[in-house]
Structures are given as structure tokens and as C-alpha cells.
């Protein structure tokens, strides 16, 4: 009897895997309890719905992911990384690395260009193509005639787009966006989020959404709903 059979293939291990996570800030009264023990595994290319009340824990959870926050005990890991033991520096070096990001408000410099936005995370990692990559970046938004404009100078819609070229030049693993139509009307929204949803398809990055709206985190390949810093 051979034994050349075709072996199985060993699974691989998820890009998130978060263990027992807490987080406490303290108070005058005591201890406030953000998040109280969760447990997620992610795997590469999913597209994970974060749904919950507000207050439940789910933008923490966020900063917790991208190394914005401290866990209080537990333990996080990204692409192989484990959060834990990092300094602030080597947070930042892991960000460069491996994430985007997007926030409801859209954080642009009010004083740079677009084009200057989305460089500034290419720069940082060195970037020689900078100017060039960010150029390309803007263009798959729609946003290649509006490279020289600073952020006074466009739509609240077209602000979310430069924020999604420069959360997306980088070609990040992972993708955290929290509440990206916040701020938006709604035929603005559903435009932003199908750049989104097209962007991460494009480059396979997986992504973590935080939303409340029931139609976006439908979108996604799989929900998860925090309450009171517990997934239920």
C-alpha cells in the first residue's frame, strides 16, 4: 500500500483571532467595563458586519484591533502579529504594515491637497512612488480631476472618497471602518460603500465594518453584534 496520497491541505490560521478581550477604564465609582470577554476569528478576505447599541463596545473594539487602545487583559492577534507585547512604536510600524482605516469623520489635513492626503501613509512607509500611488488611488474613486483640491473644496462625499484612496493606496491586509456613512446622505452613502465593498474585492483585504444600518452589515459575508462589550 502507497502512501502518496494527496495530503490535506493544514487550515490556515485566521488574520484575526481575539481571545478573552477586556477593556476597563477607570472612573470615580469604580471600573467601567467596556468590553467583557470576546472571543472572534476572522479569516482573510471576510467581510465581517459589526452591529450593536451604541455604547455597546464596538468602536473600542476597533482600537483595540488597530492598536489605537490598550487591552486590559486578553489577547489580540492580526496577520500573525500579536498586539500585545508592542510598544507605541512598533503599534505604528504593525499599522503601516497591514492596516486602512476609516472613520465617520473623515480626518483629512485641512491644509494638504488630496493628493497630499492620501500620500501621507505612503510617505510614512517610504514610499519613492508616493505622489504617483496616491494619484492612482484618487483616480479609481473617481477623484483624478480633483487632485489638487483641499478638503474645504469638496463634497463631504468626495472627502469620504479621498479617505477611502488613502486607506486603500497602502494595499492594506486588513480594512476597519467605522461608520463610514455617518456623515453622509444616503445616495452619497450607498456610493461610498460600493467603492468600499468594490476596493476590498480588488485587493482582497479583509474587512471589520461597524454599522447601524441593517441593509450595509447585510452586505457583508457574516454579522456580529456586540451588547453591553459582549458578541451575542
Known sequence: M??????????????????????????????????????????????????GPSGSGKTSLLMLLAGLERASSGSITVAGEDLGPMDEDARARFRRRNLGIVFQSFHLIPTMTAQENVAVPLELAARADAARVAAEALGRVGLGHRLTHRPSQLSGGEQQRVALARAFAPAPRLLLADEPTGNLDGDTGRLVMDLLFDLCGQGGATLLLITHDPALAARCDRGVTIKNGLLV
Do not use: Y
Open 2 to 51: 502507497t502512501d502518496d496520497l494527496p495530503q490535506a491541505a493544514a487550515p490556515r490560521a485566521p488574520i484575526i483571532r481575539i481571545r478573552d478581550l477586556t477593556l476597563s477604564i477607570p472612573a470615580a465609582a469604580g471600573p467601567v467595563n467596556i468590553l467583557r470577554g470576546i472571543d472572534l476569528d476572522v479569516e482573510a478576505g471576510e467581510r465581517i458586519g459589526i452591529v
